[in-house]
């Protein structure tokens, strides 16, 4: 069963507030900030403080107006104003708390989501990888997780109290002067609508910048990754246009963001002077009668200054968790796929010690709807050798990445030792199988590390040992710092064969019962190739082995020699026998191996 593609959502979630989607996946986030709970608590048992210390302010404005400016009686004022003093550094004192736990929440939960999603991605197939763009899969772990964190500390939990100083704004006024609520609440529906609508626009437009710039940065890495390519076809200039046309839909975009986001602002600073103004008319005309004081006029404009704060916070942490919940999709979806390859509940054991035994009966696999084996069936002996040659695209590698559940067949069975590969645990059969690989890949660190792969069972005095066998310490022993040397990410600076000889040594310190081999193409020097064959000798010692030909030398080796072909074993033997058929392996003997 193939894992469906993950699908990109960015396009097509448009923030419902109806939707029950959000919601689900936002309790299923609430799930990683359980261990943090005592945080959380701590946070939201803030929230009334906070909110208290804010409605109490314009109250005591109201009375020093009242009370002591207007009147002109000083007694009191020094206590009021105290007080007043001590709200501010309270609010202050809370809001510092608030924000730093916030914060320090954000960054935990996602930093446990990212090892989460890290751990998963390791467990993933290759298949999974092969459809699913590594630039985007890097965008799961960075970005999405900051989109997330940045739910969180720019104040999910202080929404809770957004909502809170909105309702005691609200309280507030209507306890202060009921005729006065009236007139600024005629502007609300103004001004909530206003906003959403310019949220929403707004919106859109990041969003779409955000596409725009994934875009442009997925480009820019491959540009930087494929810089000797561009530079020998000389396609610079083309690519520099590629870019500029990507840069400027950026620009539009964010200027077309920004603008609504300075639109929202001078919209709701508008509109709040606007009620203000419309509350001294109002106020004014009806003081005299209604017994409305000074001191209630200016403390109502200062409530009126903090019920639009929470407006404008509340429609922008919308924003932000719109965002967040976006990405929290992308982050659930991709850790519900499943792996397609996996251990059983009970996997088995082989009896040891291992033989090394290889068979495969009725083996079909394709990629995707073209089948690309088609029914092999071989049987490996202990320790024996065998060559696969073929013309490009036949299979051979493809058969090989099946050995190692790479991938799976999608019918037929492949053993070890009479047991289903599929049946062992993968940790044991992949120890099982070493794989030589084209490419050696190798990671920046230590030449030692890159022996080890950083294993714990495998000590340095195995490393150099390994290295010795397969000769690679020959150049690794002049280095300054021998074995400690480090390397360049990919190992850029060793020659093609060093790589080969270091790809070749790590397969040999993991000591494997079957090696497999792809032969690399890539042409070396003859010392090199002396080297490496060498090596390959030491590694393939005592071993069963199967090895993608492109060396004379190797199919000359070989106990046996399969051809293979469009996905058949169209021919195997040994060489002189094969050869004096005169079918596929003469021609491709001629072509490929004779000249060499
Ligand atoms: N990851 C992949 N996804 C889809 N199709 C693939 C993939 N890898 C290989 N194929 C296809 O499978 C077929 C066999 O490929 P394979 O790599 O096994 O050929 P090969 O015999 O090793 O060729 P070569 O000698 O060129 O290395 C090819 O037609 C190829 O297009
Ligand atoms: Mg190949």
């Known amino acids: 069963m193939m894992p469906p593609v993950m699908a990109e959502t960015e396009e097509t979630r448009d923030g419902n507030f109806f939707d029950a989607a959000p919601y689900r996946l936002l309790w299923r986030f609430f799930r990683y900030a359980r261990p943090y709970r005592a945080w959380v608590i701590l946070a939201l048992c803030l929230l009334p403080l906070s909110t208290l210390l804010q409605l109490w302010q314009p109250l005591l404005i109201q009375q020093a107006v009242d009370q002591h400016l207007i009147p002109g009686k000083p007694e009191g004022f020094a206590g009021l ?24 929440l954000g960054q935990r939960v996602v930093r446990d989501m990212r090892r989460e999603l890290f751990a998963h991605l390791l467990s993933m197939d290759a298949g999974f990888f092969a459809r699913n ?28 109290g ?27 529906p103004v001004i909530v609508l206003g906003t959403m609508l310019i949220t929403q626009k707004m919106r859109t437009t990041q969003r779409e910048g955000r596409l725009l710039q994934a875009r442009m940065a997925g480009h820019l ?128 054991l082989l009896a040891q010690p291992v033989r090394g035994e290889i068979g495969f009966q009725g083996v079909h696999f ?15 002996k202990p320790g024996e050798r065998v060559a ?21 067949p999608q019918r037929g069975r492949i053993a070890i030792d009479g047991v289903a590969i ?14 030589v690989q084209q490419e050696t890949f190798l990671f920046a660190g230590s030449i030692a590390d890159n022996i080890s792969l950083g294993d714990p069972s495998i000590g340095l005095e195995r490393v150099r040992q390994a290295a010795v066998e397969t000769g690679a310490m020959a150049f690794i022993e002049p280095l300054p710092q021998g074995l ?33 081999m792809d032969e690399a193409t890539s042409s070396v020097d003859t010392l090199s190739e002396r080297l490496i064959q060498e090596a390959v000798e030491r590694l393939l010692d005592r071993r069963t082995a199967v090895i993608i030909a492109h060396r004379l030398s190797t199919i000359l080796h070989a106990d046996r020699i399969l051809v293979l072909s469009a996905g058949r074993i169209v021919e195997e033997g040994r060489h002189e026998v094969l050869l004096q058929r005169g079918g596929l392996y003469a021609r491709l003997y001629a072509l490929q191996f004779q000249e060499k």
């Not at 007080?83 to 809001?95: A, D, N, R």
């Not at 004081?293 to 109502?300: E, L, P, Q, S």
């Not at 990919?490 to 064969?497: E, M, Q, V």
């Open 221 to 348: 890495t491959e540009e930087v990754e494929g810089r000797e390519t561009v530079r020998l076809f000389h396609c610079q200039e083309k690519n520099r246009a590629t870019f500029d046309r990507m840069n400027r839909d950026y620009l539009g975009t964010a200027l077309k963001s920004n603008f609504y986001e300075a639109f929202q602002f001078s919209f709701i600073d508008t509109t709040s002077t606007l009620v203000v103004a419309l509350l001294f008319l109002y106020g004014g005309a009806i003081r005299v009668e209604s017994g409305i004081t000074i001191g209630v006029i200016v403390a109502f404009i200062d409530y009126i200054r903090r019920l639009f704060f929470p407006i404008r916070e509340i429609s922008g942490k919308f924003t932000t968790m719109q965002s967040a919940i976006t990405a929290l999709e992308r982050i659930f979806a991709l850790l519900d796929t499943p792996t397609a390859i996996a251990d059983l509940p009970q996997p088995r």
């Open 81 to 104: 104003l105290f007080l007043f003093v001590c709200l501010i550094i309270g609010q202050f004192v809370v809001g510092y708390v608030q924000t730093a736990i916030n914060t320090l």
């Open 162 to 188: 957004d909502l809170l100083l909105l309702l005691g704004v609200a309280g507030s006024m209507l306890f202060l002067s009921a005729r006065l609520s009236l007139v600024t609440l005629v502007a609300m």
């Open 388 to 408: 696969v040659v073929g013309p490009t695209g036949a299979g051979k590698s493809t058969l090989i990445k099946l050995l190692n559940r790479t991938y799976e």
């Open 366 to 380: 394709g990629y995707g709807e073209v089948p690309v084996l088609r029914g092999i069936d071989l049987h490996i």
């Open 422 to 435: 599929d049946q062992l645990p993968l940790a044991v059969l992949r120890r099982m199988v070493g794989m």
């Open 133 to 160: 763009a590594s630039g985007r899969l890097t965008n799961r772990i960075t970005n999405d997780t900051e989109a997330v964190s940045q739910m969180v500390s720019a104040g999910m939990i202080n929404l809770v």
């Open 484 to 516: 400690q040397t480090q390397l360049s990410e990919r190992g850029t600076n060793l020659s093609a064969g060093q790589r080969q000889l270091l790809g070749i040594t790590r397969v040999l310190a993991f000591s494997p019962t079957i090696l497999v």
